[in-house]
C-alpha cells in the first residue's frame, strides 16, 4: 500500500511512505529531532552520557564519535548523539560516517 500525506507543519509536500503507520514515515520532516531518554549526551563533546550513566569519555587526541561508534557497535543499538550547549540547545551529531 502507498500513500501520501500532507506535511504542512515543515511546508512539505506529499510524503510518500509505504508504511502503515504515517509516524513511522522515513522523510527527514518526520523524523524526531527531541532528545530521547537512551540518547548519547554531551554538554562538553568529552563525556558522553546515555540514560544518566557515563559510556564514553573522550581523551587528548581522540576522536568522539569514532568512540560513539564504537560504543553503539558494542551494543549493537546506535542511538542519537545530541551535545547540549551552555544555553540548553541540543544539536545532533553525526557520528554515522565513523567505521562500524
Do not use: I
Not at 564504537?70 to 544539536?91: F, I, R
Request: aromatic share 10%.
Amino acid at each position: 500500500m502507498s500513500w501520501t500525506y500532507d506535511c504542512a507543519k515543515d511546508n512539505h509536500a506529499d510524503c510518500p511512505d509505504t508504511k502503515e503507520d504515517k509516524y513511522e514515515c522515513d522523510c527527514p520532516c518526520h523524523l524526531s529531532l527531541e532528545v530521547a531518554p537512551d540518547d548519547y549526551v554531551s554538554e562538553d563533546g568529552n563525556t558522553w552520557y546515555q540514560s544518566g550513566k557515563l559510556v564514553v569519555a573522550v581523551g587528548d587526541n581522540e576522536d568522539a564519535e569514532t568512540k560513539l561508534m564504537a560504543h553503539a557497535n558494542k551494543e549493537e543499538y546506535w542511538p542519537n548523539a545530541w551535545l547540549v550547549s551552555d544555553h540548553g540547545n541540543a544539536h545532533l551529531v553525526d557520528y554515522s560516517k565513523k567505521e562500524k
